[in-house]
């Protein structure tokens, strides 16, 4: 989309719905945001416009972003960003009493690089209040959540998912799933739809998030009853032949294969299952949410495919519709669920910036611990895009229901 014409898109929608946009009130309800021009600046502070017309009661708060733009899961960061990047824009479009400046700074998904981002980011804020959203994927994250906890900082990660990126941390908090969580949720819905009376998993051992879904879900379907055939690993996502695997399934007589890994490596064992005539339904987790995208990628391969994921583009809700929308045109891709976690992540710091006294006042260290006060005081929820009424254990842990779709001529059909 040219930029004229985006800019016509953030006038309408906030003639539309200005009047309406503001804070939530005391329940965490919002009205839906207008649309406005998405950014797409790589580690660059965003959002200065949106201070047209406030006046010196508007408080800002440093947001500072990390995650992989570049390597091998730069599909994951990238999405994290943008999606971020389009609820801060929305946000600043408001003219309220908070707005959010924002820098995105690449880790590579790599933990040691991590650090160095979180580093760089502290010397952007300065002495402003500055809030850590990320990183993306889990390592990263563990080893920023220590720092942040020291610093006291507060941290708000839109998709690392391991209980160990807010373990013992009171101020790390989580948007996705956690790893067990979604392992649990996962057994729960096979035996609740009466899905595969054998069940085979193949998940990558040397992955936290992989790992960590797969034993909450063969330690939950035996509890279950559920009869678990066959339990196959492989070593990282490098790996590119999964016939062993998927063998030692059919062999076993699996009837559901389940996936708790990401979309690479789960389109070759999808390409490699047709391949060898095995059809078992695919279950997979929100880390083959994506997959529909990849570049060359044969969407037939997916027919059928069943997999969890707290947000669905193909959703009719007017916010959804609006965010998929502003999403298509800077970036001719459909949104997935790592977008979606980072564009809620932004309103959620902003909902509870807004229920904040005295804001203007606090440093970062305790803003941090007011929002973690408000974070676990039970009363504090946010409506987003995946998920409403959206809550937080003392833990971390955000609580919200699980959505499973299933892939039906190329696009999501929710269950």
Same mark, same amino acid.
């Given at each position: 989309?040219?930029?004229?014409?985006?800019?016509?898109?953030?006038?309408?929608?906030v003639?539309?719905?200005?009047?309406?946009?503001g804070?939530?009130?005391?329940?965490?309800?919002?009205?839906?945001?207008?649309?406005?021009?998405?950014?797409?600046?790589?580690?660059?502070?965003?959002? /200065? &416009?949106?201070n047209?017309? +406030?006046?010196?009661?508007?408080?800002?708060?440093?947001v500072?972003?990390?995650?992989p733009?570049?390597?091998?899961?730069?599909?994951?960061?990238?999405?994290?960003?943008w999606?971020?990047?389009?609820?801060?824009d929305?946000?600043?479009?408001?003219?309220g009493? @908070?707005?959010?400046?924002?820098?995105? +700074?690449?880790d590579?998904?790599?933990?040691?690089?991590?650090v160095?981002?979180?580093n760089?980011l502290?010397?952007?804020?300065k002495?402003?209040?500055?809030?850590? #959203?990320?990183?993306t994927?889990?390592?990263?994250?563990?080893?920023?959540a220590?720092e942040?906890?020291?610093?006291?900082?507060?941290?708000l990660?839109?998709?690392?998912?391991?209980?160990?990126?807010?373990?013992?941390? %009171?101020?790390?908090?989580?948007?996705?799933?956690?790893?067990?969580?979604?392992?649990?949720a996962?057994?729960?819905?096979?035996?609740n739809?009466?899905?595969?009376?054998k069940?085979?998993?193949?998940?990558?051992?040397?992955?936290?998030?992989?790992?960590?879904?797969?034993?909450?879900?063969?330690?939950?379907?035996?509890?279950?009853?559920?009869?678990v055939?066959?339990?196959?690993?492989?070593p990282? /996502?490098?790996?590119? %032949? #999964?016939?062993?695997? =998927?063998?030692?399934?059919?062999?076993?007589?699996a009837?559901?294969?389940?996936?708790?890994?990401?979309?690479?490596?789960?389109?070759?064992?999808?390409? +490699?299952?047709?391949?060898?005539?095995?059809?078992? @339904?695919?279950?997979?987790?929100?880390?083959?949410?994506?997959?529909? %995208?990849?570049e060359?990628?044969?969407? &037939?391969?997916a027919?059928g495919?069943?997999?969890?994921?707290?947000?669905?583009?193909?959703?009719?809700?007017e916010r959804?519709?609006?965010?998929v929308e502003?999403?298509?045109?800077?970036?001719?891709?459909?949104?997935?669920?790592?977008a979606a976690?980072?564009?809620d992540?932004?309103?959620?710091?902003?909902?509870?910036c807004c229920?904040?006294d005295?804001?203007?006042?606090?440093?970062?260290? +305790?803003?941090c611990?007011?929002?973690?006060?408000l974070?676990?005081?039970?009363d504090?929820?946010?409506?987003? =895009?995946?998920?409403? &009424?959206?809550?937080?254990?003392?833990?971390?842990e955000?609580s919200?229901?699980?959505?499973?779709?299933?892939v039906?001529?190329?696009?999501?059909?929710?269950?």
């Amino acid at each position: 989309m040219k930029k004229k014409n985006l800019a016509a898109l953030l006038m309408a929608g906030v003639m539309c719905f200005g009047l309406l946009a503001g804070c939530s009130n005391s329940s965490g309800e919002t009205s839906n945001p207008p649309a406005s021009q998405p950014g797409s600046q790589e580690s660059q502070p965003s959002g /200065d &416009s949106g201070n047209a017309g +406030q006046g010196s009661d508007v408080v800002t708060i440093k947001v500072g972003g990390i995650g992989p733009i570049t390597g091998d899961l730069a599909q994951y960061g990238t999405a994290t960003q943008w999606g971020a990047q389009i609820a801060v824009d929305e946000i600043n479009a408001m003219n309220g009493p @908070i707005r959010l400046e924002y820098d995105f +700074q690449d880790d590579t998904g790599v933990a040691d690089t991590a650090v160095s981002a979180y580093n760089k980011l502290k010397d952007w804020a300065k002495n402003d209040p500055l809030v850590i #959203y990320g990183c993306t994927t889990t390592a990263p994250c563990v080893a920023v959540a220590s720092e942040t906890y020291a610093d006291r900082y507060f941290q708000l990660t839109p998709s690392a998912s391991s209980p160990d990126v807010t373990a013992n941390k %009171d101020n790390a908090f989580q948007m996705c799933f956690t790893d067990p969580g979604q392992g649990t949720a996962a057994a729960e819905y096979l035996k609740n739809a009466g899905l595969g009376t054998k069940i085979g998993v193949i998940y990558n051992n040397g992955d936290a998030y992989s790992t960590g879904i797969a034993d909450a879900f063969i330690a939950h379907a035996k509890e279950l009853g559920l009869e678990v055939v066959a339990a196959q690993t492989y070593p990282d /996502d490098k790996t590119t %032949d #999964y016939t062993v695997q =998927l063998n030692a399934c059919k062999d076993a007589g699996a009837d559901l294969v389940f996936l708790p890994i990401y979309y690479t490596p789960a389109s070759l064992i999808l390409a +490699q299952a047709k391949q060898m005539s095995y059809a078992p @339904i695919f279950f997979g987790g929100d880390g083959m949410d994506g997959m529909l %995208d990849m570049e060359g990628f044969d969407k &037939s391969l997916a027919e059928g495919l069943l997999l969890m994921t707290p947000f669905n583009a193909s959703g009719t809700d007017e916010r959804t519709k609006t965010f998929v929308e502003t999403y298509q045109a800077a970036h001719e891709i459909l949104p997935n669920q790592f977008a979606a976690d980072g564009y809620d992540c932004m309103y959620a710091i902003y909902e509870a910036c807004c229920q904040l006294d005295g804001i203007a006042d606090m440093d970062s260290a +305790q803003l941090c611990d007011a929002l973690i006060a408000l974070f676990t005081g039970g009363d504090f929820s946010v409506d987003g =895009l995946t998920g409403t &009424s959206m809550k937080w254990l003392e833990s971390g842990e955000v609580s919200k229901a699980p959505v499973v779709v299933k892939v039906v001529d190329g696009v999501y059909v929710t269950q």
